[in-house]
Nanobody, 116 residues
Framework: QVQLVESGGGYVQAGGSLSLSCVVS????????MGWYRQAPGKGRELVAF???????NYADSVKGRFTISRNHAKNTMYLQMNSLKPEDTAVYYC??????????WGQGTQVTVSS
């Protein structure tokens, strides 16, 4: 059974930084893509960034140049470094893992609040 556990959310002033982590318990064999999503109050869940098995990354336009996604296979962990945070980045952030076989898993979410 695969479980994802996020950590690192919190409260920060605009312009500040936070780093999120997502630990994957269970097999990492067969993962095709790992990503971060977020959901702000009253809005739908949106993709923030993802990294594919080959290492290529992709970012939402709203976070390009400010956020960096990375992973550490040895630690079964994915990261999201968030710099120059803005109040509009306030949301619950979720990690997601997709497998080639079709399985799709989500973490429980971690709150990020950016004050103006």
């Amino acid at each position: 059974q695969v479980q994802l556990v996020e950590s690192g959310g919190g409260y920060v002033q605009a312009g500040g930084s936070l780093s999120l982590s997502c630990v994957v318990s269970g097999t990492i064999f067969g993962i095709s893509r790992m990503g971060w999503y977020r959901q702000a109050p009253g809005k739908g869940r949106e993709l923030v960034a993802f990294i594919v098995s080959g290492g290529s990354t992709n970012y939402a336009d709203s976070v390009k140049g400010r956020f960096t996604i990375s992973r550490n296979h040895a630690k079964n962990t994915m990261y999201l470094q968030m710099n120059s945070l803005k109040p509009e980045d306030t949301a619950v952030y979720y990690c997601n893992v997709q497998y080639y076989a079709g399985a799709d898993y989500w973490g429980q979410g971690t709150q990020v609040t950016v004050s103006s």
